[in-house]
């Protein structure tokens, strides 16, 4: 690997453990003042590592020189006084903190699993909630959590800086909860890792439609969740289940040359069997109790595609009835418009589209490619090519990346 993408990806997956940490030890009033350092450590990494090559441990150097812009910035801002006397000796230095290889394992994932949980506090609107954890722990910048927040840019800016605000207000020690901070905040945990896989497997950046790092960091701190007493939930289970069945497909997703691959055109024998079983095991475990959450329809849907030998012989009755549950639980426009792509499997493309003429689209569904993309497939299969013809040329012109527009291309073009 190259180091630009050793740095890129490595940074992302430490990205959360350093902001969490560091946090941990100075407070939330000096969360700007932690990202900052952060970051610093990572435009460092990209001078130096080039020249002087990469280091033997790479997340020690990074905690380093993270630990060491912190503190001199602590020093030089209050001069050794009240926040360093609170915080750590007088005499402190940037070399008296340890690498993250000496903190144990458990300080670590209990320090991110906190910071999970205070991004979602419940006196801030969801959207900020969604919006802080993303930036926090997942390294996304403003212009990925943008996209996957349908809002502008400027909108993403204000919600993190008033999340922050409210943060530095509420406590000063940002990671200390209650119990019951845990049972009430699970919910907005478990969206922020489900929209960070969504953008793991459908990536908002040009250059990189399958981000397999964010994946395996969006599982990893769902797992943390999961096998912890505060996150343990059937609910946690079966988005895990959802994870690793998405996962099981995602390496025959790409062809050799990276453009995107559909259903259909995906070679089966290179889904990783071991994972979709492991799927199945979460999926199983999230049966326990009476709960049954999206998590489970979307769990669902992707065990039927993942069980079935071709899509000619998926069951996409079950998959209907789990998106038309989808449709009462967690009201979508997506929703809907996975249900009509099922009913075409089932009925035909006229009765797909049937029920697309009872939609009334969202402004933000109107203007993404998808809902165009859909309707120019289905008129196509129904026998109107220049209706379908329409429809594709919208939806290639408002597609985000190149690797999506050559899939459309191929898919919509006669």
Known sequence: MSTEGLVDNFFRHEYGRMVSVLARRVGARELDAVEDAVQSALVKALDTWPVAGQPDNPSAWLFRVASNRLLGELRQRNRRGRLLEQHGRDDATASDVPPPTAFLADEVRDDMLRMLFACCDESLPVESQLALALKLLCGFDIREIALRLFTSEANVYKRIERARKRLRDRSPSILDLAPDDFATRLGAVLEVLYLMFTEAHLSSRADEPIRRELCDEAIRLATLAAEHPLGRAPQTSALLALMHLHAARMSAREDPRGALLLLEEQDRSLWDTKRIHLGLSWLADAARGDTYSRYHAEAAIAAEHCLAPSVAETRWDKIEQSYAFLETIAPS??????????????????????????????????????????????????????????????????????????????????
């Open 333 to 414: 426009a997506m929703h809907a418009v996975n249900r009509a792509l099922a009913v075409a499997q089932l009925r035909g493309p006229g009765a797909g589209l049937a029920l697309l003429d009872q939609l009334e689209p969202p402004a933000w569904l109107r203007n993404s490619y998808v809902w165009p993309a859909v309707l120019s497939d289905l008129h196509r299969r129904a026998g109107d090519r220049e209706l379908a013809a329409s429809y594709a040329a919208q939806a290639i012109g408002q597609a985000p990346s190149d690797p999506i527009r050559a899939l459309l291309r191929r898919r919509l073009q006669p």
